[in-house]
């Protein structure tokens, strides 16, 4: 089942007829209070989420989507006609799987859905602890732990911290940074990473030590 949030009626039947042609459930919703009242009752498979809605935007829907034990798992795509860089990076740091500018074609939209459903399907399938330290990370469960102290993470400083443990003692270069951990084709600076570095050595306090610059090339964890 996916859930289609979108306050533009054309929009909004174009979707859920797509997706309805190749085989996905799904349901509407025009206003934010009557998305929230379904989802209490049902938990869909992917939600596609537009950022400028009556009631609340969607960038305040989805920050509370990731802050629930409930509902943080549940795969998001934005679908919005804000395209400027601050834009995009805002939608992905708040927890976005994928951020979709409109106009978009359908069977782009189509493609990009099987990706996101692909990559949370892996992540079910593994049940990977990394440890390094005091450091503990629970891909599984997106937990991460600094001695007995749970640490707090946006979904691309968890990623970003996964994708070093994964390639522990691996220099990884800013480009392969950006796509792994951002996965998908927009013009995002290099600067990016640079940010979240520094903000996720910030949480990780004493473990944040464990995370190496590199100069000139990017960043390993040893």
């Not at 939600?47 to 802050?67: A, C, H, N, Q, V």
């Not at 798992?73 to 995009?88: G, Q, R, W």
């Not at 992540?123 to 640490?151: A, M, P, W, Y």
Request: charged share 30%; hydrophobic share 40%.
């Amino acid at each position: 089942m996916i859930y289609i949030l979108e306050d533009d009626e054309n929009i909004r039947k174009l979707i859920a007829y797509t997706l309805q042609s190749h085989g996905y459930e799904c349901s509407c919703f025009e206003r934010p209070s009557d998305f929230w009242k379904s989802i209490e009752n049902y938990i869909p498979d992917l939600i596609l989420l537009d950022i400028m809605l009556p009631e609340e935007d969607g960038i305040t829907i989805l920050k509370k989507l990731r802050y629930s034990s409930q509902f943080k798992s549940i795969p998001t795509i934005m679908l919005t006609a804000k395209d400027t860089e601050f834009d995009v990076v805002t939608g992905l740091d708040a927890g976005a799987d994928d951020y979709i500018t409109k106009p978009f074609g359908m069977m782009a939209l189509i493609s990009r859905i099987k990706a996101v459903l692909r990559r949370y399907e892996k992540t079910k399938e593994s049940s990977e602890i990394l440890e390094l330290g005091n450091l503990k990370v629970d891909v599984s469960k997106h937990s991460v732990f600094v001695k007995d102290r749970q640490v707090f993470l946006t979904v691309k400083e968890f990623d970003l911290l996964t994708l070093l443990l994964q390639n522990h003692g691996k220099v990884m270069t800013r480009e392969q940074i950006l796509d792994s951990v951002w996965k998908i084709d927009v013009d995002i600076e290099s600067r990016t990473v640079d940010v979240h570095i520094k903000t996720l050595r910030q949480k990780l306090e004493d473990a944040g030590e464990l995370i190496e610059t590199v100069r000139g090339v990017g960043y390993k964890i040893n």
